[in-house]
């Protein structure tokens, strides 16, 4: 049995109610609670959501960046750096992630932006842009919650900000201009910073990854792997939530009155994109395991090709379109509906797995088996 499976195995073992803490058990509730929290202050903090929106460098939200970095680093200090080579080799995890994210997913809901917004240009452009930005940064949360490979969801990640890097601008123009052209549809003009995509690749990836790396190697080497899975890794665990919590609140906040006093365009917003995180993460699921990818893997690559990089998209539309623009609304939307749904398909994939993935050593027998330490 691997390192992994093992860890799994262990977790499952032992009582629920050890392996869960009360922030981990209520988490859903939580969520929307920040949620709430943060529509209640956008709407009725006067000058709230201009003085958050201020404090920026190189175009990246500060106080967003702050509670993103904070989310991020626990986990990413979890993974086992030295077992990332069992993930780079394996041909079928990577040829499929990359087709789901970058050919599957951006194409899915160019078709469902069409479909449900044909009347609302800006907000059938914002999801579009939404669509291509692959996630970097809340996947890890949803794929641990999962207790998904978390190896293999540090290595996909870094090869889908890579090609995020590359490919967003080349499919934006192929999405909003090419496509429909040849299909006899509106086109949209948009310029893409390479500056913003880049900055949000080393901020939200690359800052992270580095302390994790950093922590890990470090600390194994001062005092041994046990000490640091044991009593250092537990300690500094319920940080991602913390962060998780704080970027929720802030990132509505932000917008909370242009959601509130929008409720139908939000509504109408609100279909296509539960339908995209919903089958993109079945889709993904199913293929994965078609291909005979484990549980750990499978559901590493559901959710990072379910997941879209908020940050991004939204950065993108405000820097193109303008801060009061129907394209940066639906930015903001898509974490409104991501983050609840994202956190349903965690149950939903601590519950399939056992029925889809029988006798696999990887899948967590006890349901909501939460953040593995």
């Not at 539960?274 to 499978?298: D, Q, T």
């Not at 940050?311 to 993108?316: C, F, T």
């Amino acid at each position: 049995m691997s390192t992994t499976a093992s860890a799994v195995a262990q977790t499952a073992s032992r009582p629920v109610g050890q392996e869960m803490s009360f922030l981990d058990r209520w988490l859903a509730v939580w969520i929307l609670a920040a949620m709430a929290v943060g529509l209640l202050l956008g709407r009725f903090v006067p000058g709230l959501d201009t003085a958050l929106d201020a404090v920026k460098i190189g175009g990246i939200s500060v106080p967003i960046a702050v509670g993103l970095l904070v989310m991020m680093y626990p986990v990413l200090a979890k993974v086992r750096y030295d077992e990332m080579h069992r993930v780079t080799g394996d041909r079928k995890l990577l040829v499929l992630s990359l087709f789901l994210n970058w050919i599957v997913g951006p194409a899915f809901m160019f078709t469902l932006a069409w479909v449900f917004l044909p009347d609302l240009p800006e907000f059938r452009t914002g999801l579009i842009i939404v669509g291509l930005a692959r996630c970097i940064a809340m996947v890890f949360i949803w794929n641990d919650l999962a207790c998904g490979d978390r190896e293999a969801a540090a290595v996909l990640v870094a090869i889908n900000s890579v090609f995020q890097v590359v490919a967003f601008g080349a499919l934006g123009w192929f999405y909003l201009q090419v496509l429909p052209s040849w299909l006899g549809l509106e086109t949209t003009s948009a310029q893409f910073s390479v500056w913003a995509i880049v900055a949000s690749v080393l901020v939200f990836l690359g800052i992270p990854l580095l302390a994790g790396f950093l922590t890990r190697t470090l600390g194994e080497k001062a005092k041994g792997r046990q000490w640091y899975e044991e009593s250092f890794l537990p300690t500094i665990g319920p940080w991602a939530m913390y962060g998780l919590l704080f970027t929720i609140v802030l990132l509505f906040a932000m917008q909370g009155e242009a959601i509130t006093s929008q409720p139908w365009d939000v509504a109408r917003m609100a279909v296509p994109l539960l339908l995209y995180f919903v089958l993109m993460f079945a889709i993904s699921l199913f293929a994965s395991k078609a291909v005979g990818l484990n549980y750990a893997k499978s559901t590493s690559v559901a959710f990072t090709a379910s997941g879209n990089n908020f940050e991004l998209a939204i950065a993108v539309s405000i820097g193109t379109f303008g801060i009061t623009s129907g394209q940066a609304l639906a930015g903001v939307v898509g974490p409104l509906i991501e983050v609840p749904v994202l956190v349903g398909l965690v149950y939903v994939a601590l519950w399939l797995g056992p029925r889809l993935f029988r006798d696999d050593p990887t899948v967590p027998t006890r349901s909501g088996a939460g953040v593995r330490s």
